[in-house]
Nanobody, 119 residues
Framework: QVQLVESGGGLVQPGGSLRLSCAAS????????MGWYRQAPGKQRELVAV???????NYVDSVKGRFTISRDNAKNTVYLQMNSLKPEDTAVYYCNADVRSGSHRGSYWGQGTQVTVSS
């Protein structure tokens, strides 16, 4: 079994910064892709930033230049540094990982962490 645990969400004023962390644990043989999604009230879940299976990074256009995804492979952890936050960034942020655990390969989700940008 694989678990993803997120941390770092909270309330921040517009223009502020937050750093999210997501640590994967359990029976992990290999992580192919790992990244962040978000879901705002009444909207569909969308990709925010991700390390792809070939090691490249993808960002949704609305966060380019403001958010940075990074990782610590030794700790199976991915981070999302969010700067210049806007009210429209308010959402529940979910970590996702494409993981091989033994003979099984699957997509796993964290429980989500709330990010609220408001004055």
């Amino acid at each position: 079994q694989v678990q993803l645990v997120e941390s770092g969400g909270g309330l921040v004023q517009p223009g502020g910064s937050l750093r999210l962390s997501c640590a994967a644990s359990g029976s992990i043989f290999s992580i192919y892709a790992m990244g962040w999604y978000r879901q705002a009230p009444g909207k569909q879940r969308e990709l925010v930033a991700v390390f792809t299976s070939i090691g490249s990074t993808n960002y949704v256009d609305s966060v380019k230049g403001r958010f940075t995804i990074s990782r610590d492979n030794a700790k199976n952890t991915v981070y999302l540094q969010m700067n210049s936050l806007k009210p429209e960034d308010t959402a529940v942020y979910y970590c996702n990982a494409d993981v091989r655990s033994g003979s099984h390969r699957g997509s796993y989700w964290g429980q989500g962490t709330q990010v609220t940008v408001s004055s």
